[in-house]
């Protein structure tokens, strides 16, 4: 049974430049959610999607969007980077709506030059 | 609002035991726990929910004050797998998924 995967594994960019990271949910997981991990700091949530549809959203500005595709896997793209911008980007995903329980993937790192 | 975790580091001997502990200033509905190896994702340790439910799939135990907004994991007789970056996640009720992570406890495990 694969984990959460998400590609790719690392990445560098210039500043001013457009991302695109993709994640794929657990096998029997709909739900999947974005979060921000900088240096020696706690995930930050970006948003989440359930069904197709953003449903909640943390405090990123708007260069921030994303995707879920039917079948749940999710893309978070990142517009304009700025240097602060690098860090750890989690998928989570978890099961159904209501559940309590995610399951993070290994990340990608992107840097931001 | 970010979760206070306390100890910000814990250094043990294999055997030993540790207390980690995170406070909110704000209502919770559920806590949940993670550790974090370097450069690896985090791991799903357990939740607590409020009414006393627990779900864990590792042998540590936890506890949820929600009077006292706090929360409290208990790894006994640690071991070298141990070691990694603790995270304590709050969800407020409102929100299924968004957590609110605080700023972890560095647990290291020496022989």
Known sequence: DAGVTQSPTHLIKT?????????SPKSGHDTVSWYQQAL???????????????????????????HQFPNYS???????????????????????????????????????? | QQPVQSPQAVILREGEDAVINCSSSKALYSVHWY????GEAPVFLMILLKGGEQKGHEKISAS?????????????????????????????????????????TILTVHP
Do not use: M, W
Not at chain 1, 43 to 57: A, H, L, M, N
Not at chain 2, 69 to 96: E, I, N, P, R
């Open chain 1, 15 to 23: 500043r001013g430049q457009q991302v695109t990271l993709r994640c």
């Open chain 1, 40 to 66: 020696g700091q706690g995930p930050q949530f970006i948003f989440q999607y359930y069904e197709e549809e953003e449903r909640q959203r943390g405090n990123f500005p708007d260069r921030f969007s994303g």
């Open chain 1, 74 to 113: 999710s893309e978070l793209n990142v517009n304009a980077l700025l240097l602060g911008d690098s860090a750890l980007y989690l998928c989570a995903s978890s099961p159904g709506r209501n559940s309590y329980e995610q399951y993070f993937g290994p990340g990608t790192r992107l840097t931001v030059t």
């Open chain 2, 35 to 38: 550790r974090q190896k370097h």
């Open chain 2, 64 to 104: 949820f004050n929600e009077k006292k907004q706090q929360s409290s994991l208990y790894l006994t007789a640690s071991q070298l797998s141990y070691s990694g970056t603790y995270f304590c996640g709050l969800d407020g009720g409102t929100s299924y998924g968004k957590l609110t992570f605080g700023q972890g």
